[in-house]
């Protein structure tokens, strides 16, 4: 009985303690570029956005990842192609996204028990010694995603292409991998140092 009672009342004081260090953050993984060219210079000038040839369809997702690109060439100096400006460049862009595996979380509470002792009346006593420990609740399953974005520069005239690059990342779970978000990551880390060093991967955190 007395035991019992001592490992209820010490659950019950456990459990507040033990759940408001369940949550966690996990920082943004990091995104491994890798950029070819030619080393030519790179006049700014107009550019249109198309997708890859052999791509898949144009979604609205492709139209978020074509939209960072867009973005990231702005800022660049590559204006967007009109009618009366017909683009000096084109962008061909791609993104994939793929599973590789889950993961698990363990049990959202472990708690661990351990023995006390009390004295009882007139020189009586009971101890307590030992321990428990267990897990409450089910760890949940996440997707491992890894997400590509690739792009071509090409000219319009002659259609060489005179600067390519891919950038990757591997996230976690539905939060990692927010398309708007994670589109707008793996182009700023593409086009970063523009048009960077030819050949080598980098890390961008």
Known sequence: MFVNQYLRFALLATLPVLAAGCTS???RTPIDV???????AMERTTVTIMPMSGAMDVSAEYRVYADAVQAE???LGYVPATSDRPAGYIASVSFTRST???IQDRPPVSVGLGGGSFGGG???GVGLGGGVSFGLGKGKQHEILVSQLWVQLRRRAGESVIWEGRAETTGVGVKDNQPAATAQRLAAALFKDFPGESGITITVK
């Open 122 to 124: 007139r020189g009586g």
């Open 34 to 40: 890798t950029r070819y060219h030619l080393g030519q």
């Open 25 to 27: 953050t996990t920082g």
């Open 100 to 102: 590789r595996g889950v």
């Open 73 to 75: 060439l702005n800022r």
